[in-house]
């Protein structure tokens, strides 16, 4: 267990302490370190003349112990004179316990207005009082700790004592709200009903029973419920004789006797009196939230409207309706840039601890994007719009809730823009217990194209049960998940932080930050926005099935079913069938499900995670060709000199195209397609394939394309300028438009070595002319007759060349793999042979050992 609670450094206030309860709180707080004010008016117990003495004992009791103290005699009707002295002698007020009071027992008929009266400025406006005086004090410096004593005559009633019970229970009322008010700063307000021999309690209890219920077993439960560890607030608590015990408020289930098709009668209630009052299957609670849910509950059941109407029937019409159906409210405009792109991805819980973090919030990144989600922020404000004007709606939006959302991207969102929303309710529905209404906002860009399209589920709770349509064709349905358990799962924790982070891409609603909007809305802390686990949901998914590919992004579809509390753990469970994923959002604290009958829909092809280096393959890379012809010019120098190895990323439209290793530290050194085949990389760099061939041919420099975010390395980055040896011998090869022939020949050059026997008892050399719009683009050499065997681009580096081939770009590609007959392209003049002519058919088994491959 932790040590003694201490309450050094902390300033106690306690009213009525110079004799019983609070005389014995106070010896206690200051034993514990507490400086303590003690408040006493000195009179009767009827609440009659004054005195100093009660007060001065106490005090001097506290100082003889080595303790802190100070007296004040004023009434804790003026309460703020009462919390000055604590201000004056010590600076500061901590801890105020409301315990003065007086008895004026009398039956009821025989209260005076005198006895009403006094007892409820002592009791109920001296507490108030005393604790509105400390209130700002306490919210400045937020902490506070305030205790209510109630009675149990003021909970159950006690005959004699009308005033004293309305008073005391009015104090449990004041303590109820004041909970909510101060949690937000730090203010706990609690109540106790304690029973213990007092000066009061002595004219009702008889000797017996006095001499057991000692004020020392009260004050250890008022400490705790004071100490700064205790986070117990709105609490009441029974305490007497060293029993405690806490207090709540139980419900019986009910039953729902008015019904929306006939008047309600007495004889309705006696009829159904037994369920109004069976309490074996309780309910507990405990804000006005759970006091009218049950309510809304069974209104919603029965179908019972339950707002207020405008119109002149005193309900929803169907012309109310077909004039909503009909408006068209003006288009608005949303511009956003890079900025609100990186806030949005930090809102949805994007972190620099994820791998690939800076394709979301580094604008300099060569792959930066916009997450999919991104697109209901712009519709966001617009879908408010369809209930503005004249819609024909007139909606309580404090009765708003947002049920369901549907997201779908006709492209990738753009990283900045100037984006059209149009919205437009499409239907609305009469659920009985609320209206359902559709919104429709489509999003276009700058140039008219089409960019996203949402529709907007809005309930509208009690403004149902007009008679209207319940089922709509123009509703994006949610569909349930498979049962079975989940293909994959991802757990995220939210920051404490979440929602005061997401709220700045939009959604400014209190209810998410402010403790005291919170609570109007009938929640213990401020919840986080529903859109925010959509995002966060949409992202698990994108890393799991779509490798973080926003262009794999299709559609999402939701239900919001229960509230998360920023801090809380997601769980976004998964099922793949086909190009749907199905998902659900379980908070892993609490087992609540966030969302449900949930699913996004990738686009066909997409869904499964690409395995460790696999790299996607389209069209021709212009880098192939300068890898190739890097391969041919290594030496054995360079590679004792450099002793690394390169893993290149090249990229394209912003998505991985190739890799490609060169490999200077393994035998006489090697450049080929794929990962290391030995070993780990030393650097990796992830460049474009239009950068690396700038960067190569002396076009880019290196430490400008670093920091423009073009150039990324990882690993050991001093390495990169030991290539500078290789870079210098491919900046002198001419450069120009990417030929397709390029890595055909760079191709040949890494399979040579597996040809077979028959292409290496060739010995010969073929130079190959390779032009394109009839004009030579390039020399490719095939060098079968000098050692291993070798394809560069350029002339003969030794020798002559025995035979000479001019071909066009598109020609040389068809004839290698087999599209073009190489006797047919011979005599339609595609194909230009000088020299030894029979060797080039010596070279058919090369080109349909690759046909298939290449």
Known sequence: MAGQLRFDGR????????????????????????????????????????SSRPADLVVEEIKAKGGKAVANYDSVEDGAKVVQTALDHFGRIDVVINNAGILRDKSFARISDTDWDLIHRVHLRGSFMVTRAAWEHMKKQKFGRIIMTTSSSGIYGNFGQANYSAAKLGLLGLANTLRWEGRKYNIAVNTIAPQAGSRMTATVLPEEVLKMLNPNYIAPLVMYLCHESCQENGGLFEVGGGWIAKLRWQRTQGAMVGRPDKAMTPEDVRDRWFEVTDFRHPLYPESTQDSMQAIMANMQRVGIPTVRRTDTAGKTTSRDVEAALKHTPEPTLFTYDHRDVILYALGAGVSTRDPDHLKFLFELSEDFCTLPTYGVIS?????????????????????VLHGEQYLELYKPMPTKATLKNQAKIVDILDKGSGMLILVDVTTRDEQGDLVAYNQFSTFVVGAGGYNGKRVSDKAKNTVPAPKRAPDASVQQKTSIDQAALYRLSGDYNPLHLDPTFAAMGGFNKPILHGLCSFGIAARHVLKTYANN?????????????????????????????????????????????????????????????????????????????????????????????????????????KKQAAQWTVDLKTGSGSVYKGTPKQGKPDTTITMSDEDFVALVSGKLNGQTAFFQGKLKITGNMMLMTKLEGLFKGQAQQ????????????????????????????????????ITKDKKQAAQWTIDLKTGSGSVYKGTPKQGKPDTTVTIADQDFVDLVTGKLNGQTAFFQ?????????????????????????L
């Open 549 to 653: 590919d926003v262009t794999k992004f299709k559609a999402i579809k939701v239900r919001f079913a229960k509230p998360v509390i920023p801090g809380q753990t997601l769980q976004t469970d998964m099922w793949k069938e086909g190009s749907r994923v199905h998902l659900q959002v379980k908070v892993v604290e609490t087992g609540d499900i966030a969302l449900n009958g949930a699913y996004v829909d990738l686009v066909e092809g997409s869904g499964s995670a690409p395995q460790a280096g696999q790299v996607s393959t389209g069209s021709t890379l212009p880098s192939e060709a300068v890898f190739g012809q890097m391969g041919q010019q290594l030496t054995p120098d360079l590679v004792k000199k450099v002793n690394a190895i390169f893993l290149w990323n090249i990229t394209k439209d």
């Open 11 to 50: 300033v106690v206030l306690i009213t009525g302490a110079g004799n019983g309860i609070g005389r014995d709180y106070a010896l206690a707080f200051a034993e514990r370190g507490a400086s303590v004010v003690v408040n006493d008016l000195g009179g009767s117990f009827t609440g009659e003349g004054a």
């Open 379 to 399: 519709a966001f404000n617009s879908s408010g719009g369809a209930f503005r004007g004249n819609s024909g709606l007139n909606i309580d939006f404090t009765k």
């Open 734 to 769: 001419p450069t120009g438009p990417a030929l397709l022939s390029d890595p055909v020949f760079a191709e040949l050059g890494r399979r040579l070595p597996t040809a077979g026997p028959a292409v290496q008892k060739i010995k010969a050399v073929f130079l190959w002319n």
């Open 829 to 853: 003049g595609k194909l230009k042979i000088a020299g030894n002519l029979m060797l080039m058919t010596k070279l058919d088994g090369l080109f349909k050992d690759q046909a298939s491959k």
